[in-house]
């Protein structure tokens, strides 16, 4: 599967996983002329929002069936950590865990990895997960943090994420989508983040 078939998954399931303790969320695919446009910043100006930027990872199998997939994560992702460590915006990595493209549906369970600024590499790194979510074989790479419990999900949107202006927020997806061009000219649709809009200027419910 592509990248943009894994984002139907992933973005109800780490919405579900936010939604207890955020629920003001809105999933944002950033165009510059559209969500960036004029209009786009007088929709959230003054609204105190924070902002997570997540990519699309595909289960790689070689056959459908595998008892485990291999999960890919580009330099770019590493570039767009740097970018988000900048403006207080934190990178996260999520994967479905199926293995079969008839088995995929909005509700299978997903693994979710925090990407961070530690690896100054200009390179990709592949490591295997269990079905269940688990690391096999080998130690995930330096700068990939996880899997996240739903608990350390919403410990990082809350100690990493800078509040920000609507306007500011909107600006700090510009950077972070845009920090992978420095390194890749062509940057493919596939690598490209979506994020969600958590606006914090109402009262936040308790953990439950």
Not at 78 to 98: K, Q, S, T, Y
Not at 135 to 142: D, E, F, G, T, Y
Not at 179 to 197: M, N, S, T, V
Request: charged share 20%; aromatic share 8%; glycine share 10%.
């Amino acid at each position: 599967m592509s990248e943009h078939t894994a984002e139907y998954a992933l973005v109800p399931d780490l919405i579900d996983k936010f939604s207890g303790r955020f629920p003001n969320i809105t999933p944002v695919y950033f165009w510059g002329t559209r969500e960036g446009s004029r209009v786009g910043h007088e929709s959230v100006s003054g609204r105190v929002s924070r902002v997570v930027a997540v990519f699309a990872r595909r289960p790689k199998v070689l056959h459908p069936g595998d008892k485990s997939i291999l999960v890919k994560i580009n330099d770019i992702l590493f570039a767009a950590a740097r970018a988000g460590e900048e403006v207080g915006i934190p990178v996260l990595a999520g994967v479905p865990l199926v293995n079969n493209l008839v088995d995929f549906s909005l509700e299978v369970p997903c693994s979710w990895f925090q990407i961070t600024a530690t690896s100054h590499r200009h390179e990709d790194y592949e490591f295997r997960l269990t079905l269940s979510g688990q690391p096999q074989r080998s130690a995930l790479p330096k700068g990939v943090v996880g899997p996240l419990t739903k608990m350390e999900l919403i410990d990082i949107a809350e100690s990493s994420c800078h509040e920000l202006d609507g306007m500011l927020a909107l600006d700090g997806m510009r950077h972070v989508k845009s920090a992978g061009r420095f390194q890749h000219p062509i940057f493919g649709g596939g690598y490209r983040p979506f994020f969600l809009l958590i606006t914090t200027d109402h009262e936040e419910a308790p953990i439950g």
